[in-house]
Structures are given as structure tokens and as C-alpha cells.
């Protein structure tokens, strides 16, 4: 059983072509790794082609899609998938389950989820049950009178917190923007006096 303290995490993010990850293509995969001591560690995009795309017409207004761009800088799912472990074994160390971090990020997790079904892999080998969303830690802050107002979307949230995202809907611009919304939280719950 795999239970060491992980002070490094994953903050994730992916740009999809609808909301059900059974029906609608995964495009991208945004990573950046996280140190709870040295902070930003690593970061990578993965884009993902396919021979035939399901996106719908809203997820092609929000996120741009477009099928030549994708053809040229994706790569197949299973290369994507390979990708993607190299990363994290490159970035943690092997007796630990991966902690993802991110915004409503169950969401994002189970497009992965079948990405590496669809690829034969194992998601839960390799990353925690356990994750950590920024939503439901504003949420808490919120309830907490830690913050003066509700924050229904990452883009309050990062309006809120002064966040410039250089490419909104860009899975990996707005994974780091989701790690300095963190970090901000994180100083808000240093700050205050908790008795």
C-alpha cells in the first residue's frame, strides 16, 4: 500500500469537445507540477488528434477548435497517454500515488479516465482517488467569511485574485493560472488567525 507524504502534486486542466467524456473528444491535456516548498517544477501540453473528432458547436466557440491545428500538433491517444507517464515519472517519485489539483477537476479527471481505458492503461496505478478542487476550496473560504463573495467560475475566481490568463480555454494557460489561484488561497489561510 502506497502511503508516503506527498508534498508534490499535479494541478490539471483539459480543453474537451463536450461534457461527456464517453461521447466527446479529449483535445487537451494541460499539466503543471507543484511542490508545496519550491512551487512550480514542471510544466507540459498535450494536444490529442483522432481520426474522426466529436466536438459540439459550443465547445468549438469556447475553446476554438479547429481540426487542421489539431491534426498537425496532436498526437494519437496512446502516444498522448505514453507521453503524459513519462512526465510524471520524470517529475515524482514512483512510491506515490499522483494527487491531482484542479478546477472542478472531476471533470477533467474522468476524460482521462477514459482516455486510459480506451488505451488499455490503468488511471487508478498510478493517481490518488483523492483530489484536490479549487472550487470547493474558495467555496469554503466563502462560507468560512475568509472571502466577501461568492465565486461560481474560475473566471471570477481569477478576476477576484487579479489572474491574467494569457489564453483563456487553453488547457495549459489555465492550469497555471489554477496553480496561482491555489497559491493565493493558500496565503488567505496562512494569513488569517485560526483558533
Given at each position: 500500500?502506497?502511503?508516503?507524504?506527498?508534498?508534490?502534486?499535479?494541478?490539471?486542466?483539459?480543453?474537451?469537445?463536450?461534457?461527456?467524456?464517453?461521447?466527446?473528444?479529449?483535445?487537451?491535456?494541460?499539466?503543471?507540477?507543484?511542490?508545496?516548498?519550491?512551487?512550480?517544477?514542471?510544466?507540459?501540453?498535450?494536444?490529442?488528434?483522432?481520426?474522426?473528432?466529436?466536438?459540439?458547436?459550443?465547445?468549438?466557440?469556447?475553446?476554438?477548435?479547429?481540426?487542421?491545428?489539431?491534426?498537425?500538433?496532436?498526437?494519437?491517444?496512446?502516444?498522448?497517454?505514453?507521453?503524459?507517464?513519462?512526465?510524471?515519472?520524470?517529475?515524482?517519485?514512483?512510491?506515490?500515488?499522483?494527487?491531482?489539483?484542479?478546477?472542478?477537476?472531476?471533470?477533467?479527471?474522468?476524460?482521462?479516465?477514459?482516455l486510459f481505458k480506451?488505451?488499455?492503461?490503468?488511471?487508478?496505478?498510478?493517481?490518488?482517488?483523492r483530489y484536490i478542487?479549487?472550487?470547493?476550496?474558495?467555496?469554503?473560504?466563502?462560507?468560512?467569511?475568509?472571502?466577501?463573495?461568492?465565486?461560481?467560475?474560475?473566471?471570477?475566481?481569477?478576476?477576484?485574485?487579479?489572474?491574467?490568463?494569457?489564453?483563456?480555454?487553453?488547457?495549459?494557460?489555465?492550469?497555471?493560472?489554477?496553480?496561482?489561484?491555489?497559491?493565493?488561497?493558500?496565503?488567505?489561510?496562512?494569513?488569517?488567525?485560526?483558533?
Amino acid at each position: 500500500m502506497k502511503n508516503k507524504t506527498n508534498s508534490r502534486f499535479l494541478f490539471i486542466d483539459t480543453e474537451t469537445g463536450g461534457t461527456i467524456p464517453t461521447k466527446h473528444s479529449l483535445l487537451s491535456i494541460g499539466m503543471v507540477v507543484w511542490d508545496v516548498s519550491l512551487g512550480e517544477i514542471a510544466r507540459k501540453e498535450i494536444f490529442i488528434k483522432y481520426p474522426r473528432y466529436f466536438v459540439t458547436k459550443e465547445a468549438q466557440r469556447i475553446n476554438k477548435f479547429n481540426r487542421n491545428n489539431q491534426n498537425n500538433i496532436g498526437v494519437e491517444p496512446k502516444i498522448a497517454v505514453n507521453e503524459l507517464m513519462c512526465f510524471i515519472k520524470n517529475n515524482f517519485s514512483e512510491d506515490l500515488y499522483v494527487t491531482i489539483i484542479g478546477h472542478n477537476v472531476h471533470f477533467d479527471i474522468d476524460f482521462l479516465k477514459v482516455l486510459f481505458k480506451k488505451c488499455g492503461r490503468s488511471f487508478e496505478k498510478y493517481f490518488s482517488h483523492r483530489y484536490i478542487d479549487t472550487y470547493s476550496v474558495f467555496k469554503t473560504l466563502v462560507l468560512a467569511g475568509v472571502l466577501d463573495r461568492d465565486l461560481n467560475s474560475s473566471a471570477d475566481a481569477f478576476k477576484y485574485f487579479n489572474i491574467d490568463v494569457e489564453k483563456r480555454h487553453d488547457a495549459l494557460d489555465d492550469c497555471i493560472a489554477t496553480v496561482e489561484l491555489y497559491e493565493k488561497m493558500m496565503c488567505l489561510i496562512s494569513n488569517n488567525n485560526w483558533h
